[in-house]
């Protein structure tokens, strides 16, 4: 496999075109907004890529019948990737019943096994019934959207900031502490990724539906979608998104490997 540089990423961005899910994450890597490594095993025949977004996902697109491609597939995750890697796990998603079904006999002698992502769209007319979220802000409490100052007492904040990810964030604050936040993790193809967490002291008293409203109506100001995914067992979090307006879409199937499987 050879690795593209990332001046290179556009030569395999018609590869991933017609891509159904995941767009944020593979265009943030493909627009140069966040690290990651794109693979191909010919870069003057480029039917397949490879692609991993930095802290995320692996992502396959392009002709599953490529036999090159998918035979050193194996040797670039386990062999290259994984040894280096700071979380040794992998989830490899693709975007065709017929690219799963490749990978998961290509895969099988190392122990990956099948599980689904939860995916949603966001639907803008069902969310405008929350335009008075602000009134249910408890006293002692504010909304802030994370600045400067706030990465300096919170450094997890400061990537955040970085203009050429074009990254942002809100957080619900209780005086000076921060009880709830949400953020974009990844942004491209017109797209923002919803990554939310709430505190646990503060947990079940509405706060995330707060947060993720500013964090949308910032989408909205600034023409990005919103977009949520979660695991099916996250419960909160994707009863969260059907009440923030987001229509459930089908699961998506990975492959996932595990040293602990």
Same mark, same amino acid.
């Given at each position: ?136 802000? @408890?006293?002692?409490? *504010?909304?802030? !959207?994370?600045?400067?100052? $706030? ?7 400061? &990537?955040? +900031? ?69 695991? @099916?067992?996250?419960? *909160?979090?994707? !009863?969260?998104?059907?009440? $923030? ?7 998506? &199937?990975? +492959? ?6």
């Amino acid at each position: 496999m050879i690795e593209l540089q990332p001046f290179e990423y556009n030569k395999v961005a018609p590869l991933f075109a017609d891509i159904d899910h995941s767009l944020a994450i593979v265009y943030a890597v493909l627009e140069g907004n966040s690290h990651g490594r794109v693979f191909v095993e010919n870069p003057d025949l480029l039917t397949c890529a490879f692609l991993l977004a930095e802290g995320a996902f692996y992502y396959v697109a392009g002709d599953e019948h490529n036999q090159a491609f998918c035979q050193a597939l194996s040797g670039l995750i386990f062999d290259e990737i994984l040894p280096s890697a700071g979380d040794p796990e992998v989830v490899l998603f693709s975007f065709s019943p017929a690219w799963h079904q490749r990978l998961a006999e290509l895969l099988k002698h190392k122990g990956v096994i099948t599980i689904h992502r939860k995916m949603f769209h966001f639907n803008v007319e069902k969310f405008r019934v929350h335009r008075d979220w602000r009134a249910e802000i @408890p006293v002692g409490f *504010a909304l802030r !959207k994370i600045d400067q100052l $706030l990465a300096e007492r919170y450094p997890a904040y400061r &990537p955040l +900031l970085e203009p050429a990810t074009r990254r942002f964030g809100y957080c619900l604050m209780d005086g000076e502490t921060v009880a709830c936040e949400c953020n974009a993790v990844f942004v491209g193809h017109a797209e923002a990724e919803i990554d939310i967490h709430t505190v646990e002291q503060y947990r079940g008293r509405g706060f995330a539906r707060l947060t993720a409203c500013a964090f949308i109506e910032e989408c909205l100001r600034s023409g990005l979608t919103p977009n949520w995914a979660c695991w @099916p067992e996250r419960e *909160a979090s994707w !009863k969260l998104a059907l009440r $923030l307006g987001f229509d459930e879409l089908p699961d998506v &199937p990975a +492959l996932l490997w595990a040293e602990d499987l």
